[in-house]
């Protein structure tokens, strides 16, 4: 008889699973939260459905593993080196900071030096599931704080496998003190063997198995390479989820980078589901409810704390101070691989029982409170900002009064792609324009640049004001954060009744509130991206450029209601439809020797001949539609003919040279 205690419990998990997910995506609650709160119900604590949280430890275990592996995947040392200081400086401040000033604070308290680094290592990493997730959800990737959060995340990410190494280390005591020193290098060693060995092997291999064309081959060798990797770690006495690091960012290195992850995702979701399970399976919420205060205070002291020196990080590379507060409020949450840590501290006594189950509490408050603080974020860091007197707008120095007093011209809210290419576009029509960027490298390089911009948010009252809001005709909002250009249109609107708001979203869904906020245009990409499109193939069609042209202003006179699948009875799309899309136009030039050379189009007869018309003949710049009767067909001119595409095809050959030297011409009428 087979023993069924496993899989009862797997079952027990992904059923009590499914419907909290459901729910807490309902909600808006991040899915490693539902994860831990399915734990927590489920659990020893809870409704003791599942009394032996370590039945399902090993299952928990290959979830951290393809955890680390899959985060392996997606960095890059390409990737790393792209964002360059951002990453090493932001992050660096960011987690080295968080780990000393939360290991002072402990060591205050009393706490022993190993536990309270333990601690401060526990604190610095943020949820990289939560916060990328929510700031996706609210278009936010693309801002300033959304960058620098991405860029300490990256970082965090990459800390983890050397906090991983140190853990071991601060438990061992002062007797085996070197013996713990002389096992960490040994280990450093091997992972440094094993990330050479793979970067010279693991591509070689992996081209061999890509050659036999077999999808599942191809997974297993990316699953056996994660594993192995883990178990060679593992047998030299360090963590298995550190060789499945180090083996996604082999991989990574590859061009089968981006396949691997693919295969390996639904996986890692799965897995990593059940090790968050796991997690919450742990904390004993009647513990918590003993100490109602504590949990709530140290909730609390840990966001401040993070807070604090995150924007201190983010500071350091010269973002405003609000910028600055709302990178560090989006940080301000423990992340699920601070789990992983204490995870494998606890079994070593780094963590008593009540500390453990402490940070469980505060850690699952912190990840509740995160998708609410980063929605809070904006308007706490811009009352922050004005109480320290520090103006968002300008750069200490920066001399605004002359481009504040212009009259009739540009607002350009960012300094983007977009943005760059209509302050190059305003400049050679001497139109007038001023530019708000609240990237301080951007900036630097548009002052070198010669460009009128500012340093400063577009988005808020009192910038807009001083560069001259109520005088200027347009405002042009070149961001790609939905939340922040409704606020931005909506101040904008509210100082200047009679300027015209422009903005671009990359969102579909952000039309109508835009336009409500008091939107004058509204420019989807993805909309504009569609009509390109539309516009090329009706060119290919031969569709008059005018007939084009007035397609598209209807389409876009009616807001694109066509492209949003909306029924507009009074919306004529017709330019195929009237020309018949078997029609078709194509345009020749009349090579030397051909049997047009010395014909009429009227001596041609080409119409009989191959069923094409010649409609226009061009000459040197110039468009005859009604030649004389003394015209002649002369080499380089080029003739616009109709047609079907298979009569265009015969008609062609008359204006060619034939190859093989016969120049005999069409009979003639």
């Not at 050479?196 to 077999?214: E, K, M, S, T």
């Not at 290419?421 to 900036?443: H, S």
Request: charged share 15%.
């Amino acid at each position: 008889m087979h023993d069924l205690a496993l899989l009862r419990d797997l079952v027990i998990l992904v059923a009590a699973a499914i419907p909290v997910v459901a729910l807490t995506q309902r909600l808006g609650v991040p899915g490693v939260v539902a994860f831990l709160l399915t734990g927590v119900a489920i659990g020893p604590s809870g409704l003791r459905l599942i009394g032996d949280q370590h039945s399902v430890a090993g299952l928990a275990d290959l979830g951290v593993l393809l955890l680390l592996f899959t985060i392996g995947l997606e960095l890059s040392l390409s990737r790393l080196a792209r964002m360059g200081r951002l990453v090493l400086q932001g992050g660096g401040l960011q987690v080295l900071g968080t780990i000393a000033l939360a290991s002072v604070l402990a060591l205050a308290v009393g706490v022993p030096a190993p536990v309270a680094i333990l601690s401060g290592s526990l604190v610095a990493l943020s949820s990289t599931a939560v916060v990328l997730r929510v700031l996706a959800d609210r278009g936010e990737l693309d801002t300033p704080q959304g960058r620098v959060a991405v860029a300490v995340l990256l970082f965090q990410d990459l800390c983890v496998a050397p906090l991983m190494l140190a853990i071991p280390l601060l438990a061992g005591g002062r007797a085996d003190s070197g013996a713990r020193a002389s096992d960490f290098g040994l280990g450093l060693a091997a992972l440094g063997l094993l990330a050479a060995g793979g970067r010279w092997l693991v591509p070689r291999v992996l081209d061999r198995i890509v050659a036999l064309r077999n999808r599942e081959i191809f997974t297993l060798s990316i699953v056996l390479l994660g594993l192995g990797a883990a178990y060679l770690t593992a047998a030299v006495g360090l963590s298995l989820a550190i060789g499945a690091f180090v083996a996604g960012l082999i991989i990574a290195e590859s061009e089968y980078g981006m396949q691997a992850l693919s295969d390996v995702l639904p996986f890692r979701d799965t897995f990593s589901g059940i090790f968050f399970i796991s997690v919450g399976m742990l904390l004993d919420w009647r513990l918590l409810l003993d100490r109602p205060l504590v949990l709530v205070g140290g909730t609390a002291a840990l966001i401040v704390l993070k807070t604090a020196v995150a924007a201190l990080a983010a500071s350091s590379l010269g973002n405003p101070l609000h910028v600055s507060l709302m990178s560090g409020l989006t940080l301000a949450q423990v992340g699920e691989f601070s789990f992983v840590l204490a995870s494998v501290a606890a079994p070593l006594g780094l963590l008593p029982p009540a500390s453990y189950q402490l940070f469980l509490g505060a850690s699952v408050l912190s990840m509740l409170a995160a998708p609410f603080v980063i929605a809070g974020a904006e308007p706490v860091a811009g009352a922050l900002a004005r109480w320290a007197r520090r103006p968002a707008w300008r750069l200490p120095g920066q001399d605004a009064s002359q481009l504040a007093q212009r009259h009739d011209h540009v607002i350009i809210v960012g300094y983007g792609l977009n943005g760059r290419n209509l302050a190059r576009v305003l400049r050679a029509a001497g139109i007038g324009y001023v530019i708000l960027e609240q990237n301080a490298p951007a900036v630097r390089r548009g002052r070198l640049a010669g460009e009128p911009i500012l340093f400063g948010d577009g988005t808020r009252h009192d910038v807009l004001a001083r560069v001259g809001i109520e005088r200027a005709r347009v405002i042009v909002f070149a961001i790609s954060a939905p939340a922040a250009e409704r606020r931005g249109v909506a101040v904008a609107r509210a100082l200047s009744p009679t300027v015209r708001i422009v903005v671009r979203t990359r969102y579909v869904a952000a039309m109508e509130d835009l336009e409500r906020a008091g939107a004058d245009e509204v420019v989807p990409e993805e909309f504009e991206t569609s009509l390109e499109i539309f516009a090329r193939v009706l060119r290919l069609y031969g569709v008059p450029s005018n007939v084009i042209e007035r397609e598209v202003r209807a389409v876009r006179s009616e807001h694109y209601g066509v492209l949003r699948g909306l029924e507009l009875p009074d919306l004529r799309l017709d330019a195929l439809r009237h020309l018949g899309v078997h029609a078709a136009m194509d345009t020749i030039e009349v090579e030397a020797g051909s049997p047009a050379v010395g014909q009429s189009p009227t001596s041609m007869d080409l119409r009989r001949a191959t069923g094409a018309t010649v409609v226009a003949v061009v000459r040197q710049g110039r468009a005859l539609y009604t030649p004389d009767p003394a015209f002649r067909f002369q080499p380089g001119d080029t003739a616009v003919l109709v047609g079907e595409r298979e009569t265009l095809d015969r008609a062609c050959a008359y204006f060619r040279t034939r190859r093989d030297g016969q120049t005999e011409a069409p009979p003639a009428s």
